[in-house]
């Protein structure tokens, strides 16, 4: 492992000036990400800027606008009642990751800067697009069943696997981020980048940029929202494919749907040709069935992820079945 700088300030602008400054710097907080990373060799930083004494760890609810700031835990936010009872399905995506002992350390912008558990990108020995540009992507060839079934290129597969950036896609977040020109928000649907021809470039930071929270509007869809994660073990296991769905009903018909899954893409992927099946349609098997078809079109499985067309279709139906009897 290549030795680095540490060192660590209380202040935001503070830790961007240092990150800013040298190319080969990044931020630290919980660590639960960084620390695998530079183990495994897929990041090598030569400056680590510890920001767990910077003070942005509030939750609260402000004009309707959920505000959670980026050092806020993972467990603190998923029990907070603001967001248990306002936006059940950021709840319970945070208590569908990683393990307990990781949720208490964790943080909200650390979980949202995720990198792929892709096994060739973790692998040094192995070629990776991500890690070393134009290496190639063995996984188009190889061993494939995590792997995107949308959203891919032929520089890369991998999939995103943050289940609270599926949950915030849904409930149509903004990532607010501080850099050396200052603050800016950035849409959640504009803040991952498919891989394209560049899939070392994941999000749309700039190098020293910050996040410094997550706002999240309220909305009757909100609170009638779930999320729904299917995994090989019941615990610390990464989705193999989730849905995160927020809904409104009026009377019988969907009047508001947003739709965002996991495990099928790079980034959080979002299907408006399902939302279009179902918005102002009623809640019948017919209906999600349309929509469960909308959202696989143009799927592109490999050999070993077939079977998440499938699963993937199951899931919508099963999540939009439970919303549609939570009226």
């Known amino acids: 492992m290549k030795p680095f700088d540490y060192t660590r300030t209380a202040r935001a602008s503070e830790a961007v000036r240092l990150v800013a400054a040298r190319p080969g710097a990044t931020f630290v907080a919980g660590g639960t990400e960084l620390l695998n990373l530079v183990r495994d060799r897929a990041l090598a930083p030569d400056l680590v800027v510890d920001i767990n004494q910077v003070p942005l760890s509030g ?63 973790r692998d040094a020995g192995s070629p990776c697009n991500k890690r070393e540009p134009g290496s190639g992507c063995p996984a188009i060839t190889g061993q494939n069943r995590w792997h995107a079934i949308h959203g891919g290129s032929r520089h ?66 909100a609170r009638h929202s779930r999320y729904l994660k299917l995994r090989d073990r019941a615990a610390f296991e990464f989705a193999v494919v989730s849905v995160a769905a927020a809904l409104t009903m009026e009377g019988s018909e969907v009047s508001d749907v947003h739709l965002a899954f996991g495990g099928i893409a790079p980034r959080p992927w979002r299907s408006a040709e399902a939302e279009a099946a179902l918005r102002g349609r009623p809640l019948t098997d017919s209906t999600i069935a349309s929509a469960a078809q909308a959202l696989v079109s143009g799927a592109q499985p490999r050999e070993h992820n077939t079977f998440k067309v499938e699963l993937v279709r199951r899931a919508l139906a099963d999540i939009l079945t439970d919303l549609g009897g939570r009226r």
Not at 66 to 90: D, N
Not at 97 to 110: E, L, T
Not at 164 to 192: C, H, M, N, W
């Open 59 to 121: 939750i609260e609810l402000r004009d309707g606008t959920l505000h959670v700031g980026a050092m806020a835990r993972m467990r603190e936010v998923a029990e907070h009642p603001v967001v248990r009872s306002g936006f059940p399905v950021m709840s319970e995506a945070l208590l569908a990751s990683a393990s307990p002992q990781i949720r208490n350390r964790a943080s909200i912008g650390g979980n949202l800067m995720q990198r792929t558990r892709c096994w060739y990108y």
């Open 156 to 221: 890369c597969i991998a999939v995103h696997p943050s289940d609270l950036a599926v949950a915030l896609s849904a409930l149509q977040a903004t990532v607010v981020v501080l850099g050396p020109r200052g603050e800016r928000s950035i849409p959640l649907k504009d803040f991952y980048l498919l891989p394209g021809t560049t899939p070392h470039k994941e999000t749309a930071l700039r190098h020293g940029e910050l996040i410094t929270g997550v706002t999240v509007p309220g909305s009757r869809s």
